[in-house]
């Protein structure tokens, strides 16, 4: 008997009001379904088969996942230190989430799972070595509840699933928990399930434009006649008009005339109206259109400043969900996790050496730190910082340090 039964049959009466429920995305599904049909069903696996939503959601996991990952300490005087990578959790994070997973592969399916189905899990367990594994639990198998102003978490495997080691319930110190856009802090809505109508009408093009070119397209024209033909003269003349193929010149017998029509309208508008379903897509998942090969708005000098927004406004705020959640779970405070951006941020060589330029100028950085930054190997003597010898601090008498005698 596992605790949510303890206080289930125990406090049957409290825990009606002391307690929270909030269950399962499959029971969530059952109850939001949108109110408009288009005559295709979407949940979360086909909505992936939307080229535009998988896209979306492969660039921004494949992104977050090959970002580095460092943890630092913070020491005295507001200056900080890098933790070793070989240290327990930080290698979990950065290197070996566990025994049949890399980094990139375990960080890939949580951002994928959280962007698809608005909560990613992942239990915390230590090894036989006491060495820190984190194991990613699919999100239609956890059950969240809060028992008496605590939150538990119910996972119940898959049949399919050979970790039955994961099954149980676990108190939420021990379970990672990342979630999107949430409506009680509990657990984050699906996003599929609220914005189904979006996505069933970009589901629903997708069908049409390939049905549509399955038949060929509209008719292209048709054939007139004043009187009807018998069986035998239809059949005859069908045959002498194929034998000529798209490209040839028919005879047209039987007082035949031919008269060409122009693509349907409505066909046209279904088609072209891909487009905006594309940008449906892009609003969902806060990604900039261009990236989803949407190119009918983009400029070469605007689409720097549009990936520049793609790290700010949609890769940061879901680092900083990892980010946190992280340092709750598996440090004490003064710690602090970072999914390092700064490489996506640097821009062109132009601006990166007009950066580096003024920073080693400045005295901010030293070359070394430059070097780093740019994947190279640290160079004696470059470890200095310089400042500009013809300026100094407001209100300070220069000192000369030459001989004038």
Avoid at 142 to 159: A, F, P, Q
Avoid at 292 to 306: D, K, P, R, V
Wanted: with cysteine; aromatic share 10%.
């Amino acid at each position: 008997m596992g605790l949510f039964d303890i206080f289930t049959r125990s406090r049957q009466a409290k825990e009606e009001k002391r307690s929270v429920y909030v269950g399962t995305e499959e029971t969530i599904l059952a109850l939001r379904q949108p109110g408009v049909d288009f005559g295709v069903a979407v949940n979360n696996d086909s909505a992936l088969k939307i080229t535009a939503y998988y896209a979306g959601v492969r660039l921004i996991a494949e992104n977050i996942a090959a970002l580095p990952k460092r943890i630092y300490r913070d020491i005295t005087d507001g200056r900080r230190e890098s933790v070793s990578p070989d240290e327990s959790a930080a290698r979990a994070i950065g290197w070996s989430p566990n025994e049949y997973t890399n980094t990139f592969d375990f960080w890939f399916t949580m951002i994928a799972w959280l962007l698809n189905r608005g909560n990613a899990y992942a239990l915390i367990a230590r090894n036989e070595e006491g060495q820190i594994e984190l194991h990613q639990i699919h999100p239609g198998c956890v059950e969240v509840r809060i028992v008496n102003g605590h939150k538990w978490y119910r996972v119940k495997l898959r049949d399919n699933d050979s970790r039955t080691f994961l099954n149980g319930d676990w108190p939420d110190r021990q379970m990672l928990h990342f979630m999107q856009f949430t409506l009680n802090g509990i657990e984050g809505v699906n996003p599929v399930i609220y914005n189904a109508i979006a996505l069933n009408k970009g589901a629903a093009i997708e069908r049409f434009i390939a049905d549509y070119f399955k038949k060929g397209g509209d008719k292209r024209a048709v054939l007139e006649m004043d009187s009807s033909l018998g069986d035998d003269a239809f059949e005859q003349f069908m045959k002498r008009y194929n034998a000529t193929g798209n490209g040839g010149t028919p005879l047209l017998e039987y007082g035949i005339k031919f008269k060409q029509i122009s693509v349907d309208p409505v066909s046209a508008a279904l088609i072209e109206s891909e487009m905006f379903s594309v940008n449906d897509v892009c609003r969902i998942l806060n990604v900039p259109p261009h990236m989803l090969a949407e190119l009918s708005h983009a400029t070469f000098s605007n689409i720097e400043n549009q990936v520049t927004q793609f790290v700010q406004y949609t890769l940061r705020p879901i680092c900083k969900r990892l980010e946190v959640e992280l340092e709750r779970k598996l440090y004490k405070p003064g710690y602090n996790v970072k999914f390092v951006l700064d490489g996506l941020l640097r821009g062109d060589t132009a601006a990166r050496t007009a950066m580096y330029h003024g920073a080693i100028l400045d005295g901010w950085m030293s070359r070394n730190e430059v070097r780093k930054m740019e994947g190279l190997q640290p160079a004696e003597g470059l470890d200095e910082y310089l400042y500009p010898v013809n300026e100094m601090v407001v209100g300070e008498e220069p000192t000369n340090t030459q001989d004038n005698g």
